[in-house]
């Protein structure tokens, strides 16, 4: 069965250093999304990515974040100067149809 | 803004019995989806069952079923003869409708469910 893959599983980075996560879609998935999740809180939307433009963004993706599909599989999320509450996991989620998210395993990310 | 009620924080059920999950949400609109995830402690989220608000008939995917009630915004999971494998946080979420399908997910605080052997 088709999977979302993210990578890393991990990563500690300090703050103010940038951060790249990465997210392989299920292929032929035209609707692609990140939303994270601080421990013991809910999952929280990002952003939504829809031919090769941001759909929506909610107030947490601020300019310190951007995404892009560089070379058209990939779907990454770049994090420009991290901050100490930018610790979460991060997960990718991808839509073929116009019904269900699929998620990837996730990104722990540790700001120090 | 669409918002998800889990008023549950934890629940616990023994192995083999039938769990019920409660879930509110409020909505202006009258197309949506609803879905219950399911993440294990390695963090996964994990499709568990979807239904479309159009549907009167209620999901089923297995021991997963859900009641949904249109009018009362409700839309609970229920689990039967459950098994330790079933033991995760449930979250509740929420998707409006769009022609364009690239609508958020909004999702409740979760239920943590203990399976007791």
């Known amino acids: 069965e088709p999977e979302v893959t993210q990578t890393p599983s991990h990563q500690v980075t300090q703050m103010g250093q940038e951060v790249i996560l990465r997210c392989v879609p299920i292929s032929n998935h035209l609707y692609f999304y990140w939303y994270r999740q601080i421990l013991g809180q809910k999952v929280e939307f990002l952003v939504s990515?829809?031919?090769?433009?941001?759909?929506?963004k909610s107030e947490i993706f601020d300019d310190q974040f951007s995404v892009e599909r560089p070379d058209g599989s990939n779907f990454t999320l770049k994090i420009r100067s991290t901050k100490l509450e930018d610790s979460a996991m991060y997960f990718c989620a991808t839509q073929g149809g116009v019904e269900t998210q699929y998620f990837g395993p996730g990104t722990r990310l540790l700001v120090l | 803004a669409q918002t998800v009620t889990q008023s549950q924080p934890e629940m616990s059920v023994q192995e083999a019995e039938t769990v019920t999950l409660s879930c509110t949400y409020d909505?202006?609109?009258?197309?949506?989806?609803l879905f219950w995830y399911k993440q294990p402690p390695s963090r996964q989220m994990i499709l568990v069952i979807r239904?479309?608000?159009?549907?009167?008939q209620n999901a089923t995917e297995n021991r997963f079923s859900v009641n949904f009630q249109k009018a009362a915004k409700s839309f609970s999971l229920k689990i039967s003869d459950s098994q330790l494998g079933d033991a995760a946080m449930y979250f509740c979420a929420y998707r409006g409708f769009s022609n364009f399908g690239n609508e958020k997910l909004t999702f409740g605080t979760g239920t943590r469910l203990t399976i007791i052997p």
């Open positions: 990515f829809y031919n090769n433009e941001i759909s929506e």
């Open positions: 909505t202006s609109e009258s197309d949506y989806y």
């Open positions: 239904q479309e608000a159009y549907k009167q």
